[in-house]
C-alpha cells in the first residue's frame, strides 16, 4: 500500500525554467511533509517542509504547496539550475513515527 | 546544520562474513534513528526504527536476527549484517532524528554501499 505517491519518474527543464515536482499521499492522518534531494550514493537532503496545517512554505528558490483536499502536494524549483538536477522524494510524517518516502522523480535541469 | 555520519562509506565482504555499519550523530543527540535500504532506481525501503535504550522496530519482512540493530547512545546506532550474502548488497542509509523536532524532520548520513561476493 503505497500511501506516498511520485506518478512522474522523471522530469526534464530548461535552466531558469520553473521546475515543479508533484506528490500524492492517501493518509489523511499525516501531520508534515517533507521533500527530500538525492545525488546518486550519497543520502538524502532535507529541502523543506510544511506542516499539515499550512498550505504554503517557500525558502529561497523552494516553495512547497499543500491542497489538502486533493491530498496533494507540490515542490516548486523557480529559477531552476543544473545543480538542482538530482532525485527529489517526497515524505510524509504522522506524529513520533518514521517517514513514508515516495519514490522520487528524477529531475534533470538542461543548460 | 545536522550531520549525521556514517562509516564504512563502502565495504566489500565475502558471503558468510558480518558487516558492522556504523551511524553517528555529530552536533545533535538522536533519540531515534532509522535504517533505510535503497536498491538502484528505488525508494528508500525503512527497515527499522531503533530508540536509544530500547530494541529496534523493525519493519514487516526485515529478519531482526539477520540485520542486528543497537542503539547504544544517542549519537550511535550500529547495523550489522550478519552471515551476509549476495542478495544483502544494497546501499543504507541511516537518519537520525533530533530529539527535539517539531516537523518530524530526519536528518541522513551519506549512505553505506555493501557489495557482497
Known amino acids: 500500500d503505497q500511501q506516498v505517491k511520485q506518478n512522474s519518474p522523471s522530469l526534464s527543464v530548461q535552466e531558469g525554467r520553473i521546475s515543479i515536482l508533484n506528490c500524492d499521499y492517501t493518509n489523511s492522518m499525516f501531520d508534515y511533509f517533507l521533500w527530500y534531494k538525492k545525488y546518486p550514493a550519497e543520502g538524502p537532503t532535507f529541502l523543506i517542509s510544511i506542516s499539515s496545517i499550512k498550505d504554503k512554505n517557500e525558502d529561497g528558490r523552494f516553495t512547497v504547496f499543500l491542497n489538502k483536499s486533493a491530498k496533494h502536494l507540490s515542490l516548486h524549483i523557480v529559477p531552476s539550475q543544473p545543480g538542482d538536477s538530482a532525485v527529489y522524494f517526497c515524505a510524509a510524517y504522522r506524529s513520533a513515527r518514521q517517514l513514508t518516502f515516495g519514490s522520487g522523480t528524477q529531475l534533470t535541469v538542461l543548460p | 546544520g545536522a550531520v549525521v555520519s556514517q562509516h564504512p562509506s563502502w565495504v566489500i565482504c565475502k558471503s558468510g562474513t558480518s558487516v558492522k555499519i556504523e551511524c553517528r550523530s555529530l552536533?545533535?543527540?538522536?533519540?531515534?534513528m532509522f535504517w533505510y535500504r535503497q536498491f538502484p532506481k528505488q525508494s528508500l525501503m525503512l527497515m527499522a526504527t531503533s530508540n536509544e535504550g530500547s530494541k529496534a522496530t523493525y519493519e514487516q519482512g526485515v529478519e531482526k536476527d539477520k540485520f542486528l540493530i543497537n542503539h547504544a547512545s544517542l549519537t550511535l546506532s550500529t547495523l550489522t549484517v550478519t552471515s551476509a550474502h549476495p542478495e544483502d548488497s544494497s546501499f543504507y542509509i541511516c537518519?537520525?532524528?533530533?530529539?527535539?523536532?517539531?516537523?518530524?524532520?530526519?536528518?541522513f548520513g551519506p549512505g553505506t554501499r555493501l557489495t557482497v561476493t
Open positions: 552536533d545533535f543527540q538522536a533519540t531515534t
Open positions: 537518519s537520525a532524528r533530533p530529539g527535539q523536532t517539531f516537523n518530524g524532520e530526519q536528518y
